[in-house]
């Protein structure tokens, strides 16, 4: 068993407790097909073959209803007290576990705001109301979203850690990589740079390995989350990195910016040091409105009033995300308004969250300045992580 795993079961139940919903029902089937997000922390890495079953109660009450064959790996799990093996259907198994606890409400995964919610497919999801139908559970149905972001939220002191070291990890090949900047090199020679350090050490990037690195050298580099090209450096131009680890199933987010000398230089030109030094403006303004009880909203609004401020356009992304097992973790966003982003600007911080701090700005001729640090909140306010990039890096 996980000692993480161990905690989260454990913490899901405290939450119960702390929302007064009576009991929260994960239900999934063949999850080699695509299982529900929150499986890894409340029941690891196994897999489920037949419609299973997973609920857990206000009461303490823990119950895993699976197809016999899974039954053996549920209970080596030691995360269930209740071990119930079926061979037929789920079906009566689930309602005596119900009728046996008798929620008044029921939290199951689906979400209108929240993907690391919404794992309840809706054909599933029309199985499972079949089975309730007729009985006084049907009308007690409730989205999870709520216990699901609280849950991925809320990180334990032993998920902290594991962020921890994924971020130096990420801080060593990052070393290792700018002391190979060099003009003529193209981005994609630096990203398989990266990617050897990564192979080394037996990781996985945090996203998708074309993707991770990003790699963008000068004003002519593709933006957003294309993958790097054949551009090559060259004097002049900023270099912005945006790149991650996947170690020990936690994940780092982190942004780094060069710039390289022109011959006689001994400085960054104004424009690239003033575009530096207000983006990191930014993120120390977002970091220092960061506490407990602090909407998304409000963090993001901090960080886009200076890069505006400074005359520069305001980013069309959102300042931060959540990031724990996932590089973007669900849960709130430390972002604007926007419709794309529904509720989840306007969900408070709390201790224990994980946040990814990225304002950035494109300074004409030289190219892109964006600084990603990785953010936790505590009691007063919000600690990095690792050490935040102070100054413009020049090579």
């Known amino acids: 068993m996980s000692e993480i795993n161990r905690e989260k079961v454990?913490?899901?139940i405290d939450?119960?407790?702390e929302m007064?919903?009576?009991?929260?029902l994960t239900f999934v089937r063949e999850t080699s097909a695509g299982g529900d997000p929150v499986l890894p922390l409340i029941y690891?890495?196994?897999?489920?073959?037949?419609?299973?079953?997973?609920l857990l109660t206000r009461s303490g009450g823990r119950v895993a209803i699976v197809g016999r064959g899974d039954a053996v790996t549920a209970e080596r799990t030691g995360l269930f007290a209740d071990v119930i093996a079926y061979d037929q259907s789920v079906r009566p198994d689930l309602l005596a576990a119900l009728e046996r606890f008798d929620p008044k409400q029921l939290a199951i995964n689906y979400s209108a705001n929240d993907v690391f919610a919404d794992g309840l497919g809706h054909g599933l999801y029309q199985v499972l109301a079949g089975y309730l139908e007729e009985t006084r559970f049907a009308g007690r149905l409730v989205s999870a979203e709520a216990i699901i972001g609280a849950l991925r939220g809320r990180k334990t002191a032993a998920e902290v850690e594991r962020i921890r070291a994924a971020i130096e990890t990420t801080r060593q090949i990052y070393d290792a990589t700018v002391e190979t900047l060099r003009p003529g090199l193209t981005e994609r020679e630096i990203a398989r740079f990266m990617h050897d350090q990564l192979d080394a050490r037996g990781l996985q990037p945090a996203w998708d390995r074309e993707g991770c690195p990003l790699v963008n050298s000068g004003p002519d580099s593709s933006g957003g989350h294309a993958g790097p090209t054949d551009l090559r450096v060259e004097p002049g131009h900023i270099v912005h990195f945006d790149f991650g680890v996947e170690q020990d199933d936690y994940c780092s987010d982190i942004q780094r910016v060069v710039y390289m000398l022109r011959p006689g230089e001994t400085a960054a030109p104004e424009p690239v040091q003033r575009g530096f030094d207000t983006v990191l403006r930014a993120v120390d303004a977002a970091v220092a409105a960061m506490r407990p009880g602090?909407?998304?909203?409000?963090?993001?609004a901090a960080a886009r009033q200076v890069i505006v401020d400074a005359g520069y356009p305001a980013y069309p992304y959102a300042t931060g995300h959540h990031m724990g097992r996932n590089v973007h973790d669900g849960g709130g966003v430390l972002g604007p308004a926007w419709e794309r982003y529904g509720q989840t600007p306007f969900r408070p911080l709390e201790a224990g969250h994980v946040y990814t701090v990225e304002p950035g700005l494109a300074v004409p001729g030289y190219?892109?300045?964006g600084l990603e640090e990785d953010v936790l909140v505590t009691g007063d306010g919000a600690e990095y992580l690792g050490d935040p990039q102070r100054a413009l890096v020049l090579r």
């Open 10 to 12: 454990l913490q899901a």
């Open 15 to 17: 939450i119960l407790q």
């Open 20 to 24: 007064e919903v009576d009991a929260w």
């Open 44 to 54: 690891g890495e196994h897999g489920l073959t037949w419609q299973s079953a997973l």
């Open 294 to 300: 602090a909407t998304g909203v409000e963090i993001d």
């Open 367 to 369: 190219g892109y300045v």
